[in-house]
Nanobody, 115 residues
Framework: QVQLVESGGGLVQAGGSLRLSCAAS????????MGWYRQAPGKPRELVAT???????NYADSVKSRFTISRDNAKNTVSLQMNSLKPEDTAVYLC?????????WGQGTQVTVSS
């Protein structure tokens, strides 16, 4: 099994920045990709950004050019640098790790952007 622990959430004003981190442990050999999703109150969970084991990235149109996903192989960590934050970015952000057949999820970290 894979375990994921997120950190870095908080409260910022519009236009500010935050950096989220996700540390993976367990059977990390099987991971094919990791990423970040978010869920706002009353809305379904949506993809924010993903990165494969080969380094390919994918972003939601709403965050492209503002957010950057990266990985640190030595620490088995994936980060999400969030710049130019908007109130619409307010949500619980969840780390995701993918094997060939299974998705694993962290507990989530709250990001709140005030206007």
């Amino acid at each position: 099994q894979v375990q994921l622990v997120e950190s870095g959430g908080g409260l910022v004003q519009a236009g500010g920045s935050l950096r989220l981190s996700c540390a993976a442990s367990g059977n990390i050999f099987s991971l094919r990709a990791m990423g970040w999703y978010r869920q706002a109150p009353g809305k379904p969970r949506e993809l924010v950004a993903t990165i494969t084991s080969g380094g390919s990235t994918n972003y939601a149109d709403s965050v492209k050019s503002r957010f950057t996903i990266s990985r640190d192989n030595a620490k088995n960590t994936v980060s999400l640098q969030m710049n130019s934050l908007k109130p619409e970015d307010t949500a619980v952000y969840l780390c995701n790790a993918q094997t060939q057949f299974v998705y694993y999820w962290g507990q989530g970290t709250q990001v709140t952007v005030s206007s």
